[in-house]
């Protein structure tokens, strides 16, 4: 597809017109540079998901949702854009993250139609791998133990500080195990499991403690429907690396992980049948979907 360059010598006096004033990050925040493909906007929350190169000194290529708090940008910034921006980092702030500075430098054709917000993930319709994990309980078993059973997996790290990112996931899986648990329709026949890429520090332990403390911490926690696991590094990368998600320490802050977001939906004949990148699917969409493997 053909695309029209704009030029945005003047953006910034542009901008200043129209936005309110962006927040004033801490002494402590960092900023880098940054380039990337938009696949989709929410405008009503004031974010993209963008395909981004790497970041250098901070992150391997991606696509994950970044808030944006200039208001003039949603005018413009539309799935096919090509952004160049700052990615200010400062976890002392509401947005741990944003971007700012914004500059558009390619926009779709307006003759021609948008692209795809997203392609069909190359996941979907594969077999998932037998590939072993260690639950909370210190049981081993692996992916394909769930065949004859509606699967949601998504991966978490116990120490993320982002209230959008594992906090989300992990409260999404506990609310929805709640209300699996309280529907007899799905009495054994949908599961949830929750898949941690930190194994040097989340040991089984750890996470049936993290799983207690979404639960409400009840003397008796059960783990029947919703399950925690982590690996070995190796086990842990394979996994995550057949569903998409990648990760990797902070060089600047070796106790955070930089990550993407990726849930799938495993039907009980063992293949992937849906795929949600990033952190804005419902428990009803997520539940929606698992109950359609299983009609």
């Known amino acids: 597809m053909k695309y029209t360059l704009f030029v945005f010598t003047a953006f910034l006096l542009f901008a200043a017109c129209k936005t309110a004033t962006p927040p004033a990050p801490s002494a402590s925040a960092k900023r880098y540079p940054f380039k990337g493909t938009v696949v989709s906007v929410d405008k009503q929350k004031k974010t993209a998901s963008i395909d981004h190169e790497a970041v250098d000194g901070y992150m391997d290529a991606m696509t994950m949702d970044f808030p944006i708090h200039e208001d003039w940008v949603w005018n413009d910034l539309v799935p096919g854009s090509q952004i160049q921006a700052e990615l200010v980092v400062d976890n002392s702030a509401k947005d741990p993250f944003w971007l700012e500075k914004i500059a558009i430098s390619a926009a779709p054709n307006a003759n021609q139609p948008p692209p795809p917000s997203s392609e069909t993930p190359p996941q979907i319709g594969k077999t998932v791998p037998d590939i072993k994990l260690t639950d909370q309980d210190g049981k081993r078993f692996s992916l394909t133990d769930?065949?004859?059973?509606?699967?949601?997996?998504t991966f978490i790290y116990r120490d993320c500080p982002l209230p959008d990112y594992c906090i989300k996931m992990s409260r999404n899986f506990s609310d929805l195990?709640?209300?699996i648990a309280a529907d007899p329709a799905y009495a054994g026949k949908v599961k949830l499991l929750s898949i941690s890429f930190d194994p040097a520090r989340d040991t089984p332990e750890k996470l049936?403690?993290?799983?207690q403390?979404?639960?409400g911490n009840p003397a008796k926690p059960d783990f029947s429907i919703w399950r925690l696991a982590v690996g070995s590094d190796k086990e842990v990368r394979a996994v995550a690396g057949f569903f998409g998600l990648?990760?990797?320490?902070?060089?600047?802050?070796?106790?955070l992980i930089n990550h993407s977001l990726v849930t799938a939906v495993i039907g009980p004949d063992g293949t992937v049948k849906k795929i949600f990148a990033g952190n804005r699917w419902t428990p009803d969409e997520l539940l929606k979907a698992l109950e359609e493997t299983v009609r």
Do not use: F
Request: aromatic share 14%; charged share 30%; hydrophobic share 30%.
């Open 246 to 255: 990648k990760y990797e320490v902070d060089q600047n802050d070796k106790a």
């Open 208 to 211: 049936k403690q993290y799983g």
């Open 213 to 215: 403390g979404y639960m």
């Open 177 to 179: 195990a709640v209300r």
């Open 146 to 153: 769930y065949r004859g059973k509606a699967l949601a997996v």
